[in-house]
């Protein structure tokens, strides 16, 4: 699905934060969101997911509303059912095991269990043999595959990932990158990610860099 943005603008407090943002990302396309630290690249990420109300603009996937005219339009619903995201944080339950969090993920986006879908996932991301560990219980590398799995086991349209490799050194930073990479394509999903990482130029054909609110060229 392709996944279109635009004339998105906000403000806070009388601060242009985000400013006439236009773009798109073709079904199965891959792009960096590149910028630093307050160019307002977590807000855009949220009113892409349709967690925050932007002052003007639309989102759509495919022929799904997100925002419409500055306002939510079935954002849960498609977010739910199309979105997979990887946040910064784990975000899984730390009294069940692994297997168990995915299993509760899937449900709540897609109404349905396949536990043979999340088998796979595990399986494909090789932390199969983690599946009944606690989130606890996981390396830093098995988290962050974990956190990856819990985004696609409701086969989503679009991967969408917060900062990844704000904390990793060179050697993980590619790792994570190509982990990303390589996952969304096999799943057939598209790719965004925002990071202020310039590192992760060497591994993404197309950069969105997004500064002062709005987008270069």
């Known amino acids: ?14 601060r242009r934060v985000l400013e006439n ?28 997911c ?11 996937l495919g022929q799904r509303p997100v925002v419409r005219n500055g306002l939510l339009c079935g954002a849960d619903g498609v977010r739910k059912r199309h979105m997979g995201i990887v946040f910064q ?13 995915l299993l509760l993920a899937q449900h709540l986006q ?17 932390i199969a043999h983690r599946a009944k560990a606690r989130p606890f219980e996981l390396s830093q590398g ?17 991967l969408i990932a917060d900062e990844p490799t704000s ?23 598209s790719l965004l990610i925002a990071t202020h990482d310039d590192r992760l130029r060497d591994y993404f054909g197309r950069t969105l860099a997004l500064a002062e609110g709005r987008l270069a060229g």
Do not use: C, W
């Open 1 to 14: 699905m392709e996944l279109a943005v635009g004339g998105i603008g906000l403000s806070y407090g009388g």
């Open 21 to 48: 943002v236009t773009f798109s990302l073709a079904s199965g396309e891959h792009a960096l969101l590149l910028g630093p630290s307050g160019s307002g690249k977590s807000s855009l990420l949220n009113i892409i």
């Open 50 to 60: 349709g967690l925050q109300t932007p002052d003007t603009g639309d989102v759509t």
């Open 89 to 101: 944080t784990l975000r899984l339950v730390s009294a069940l095991t692994v297997r168990r969090n």
């Open 110 to 126: 897609t109404g349905a269990r396949d536990p043979g879908g999340v088998d796979r996932v595990l399986d494909r991301l090789g």
């Open 142 to 158: 098995e988290a962050q595959r974990a956190a990856i799995a819990r985004a696609l086991v409701g086969n989503p349209a679009i």
């Open 167 to 189: 904390a990793l050194d060179r050697d993980n930073t590619k790792g994570v990158a190509e982990l990303l990479a390589e996952t969304a394509h096999d799943a057939g999903a």
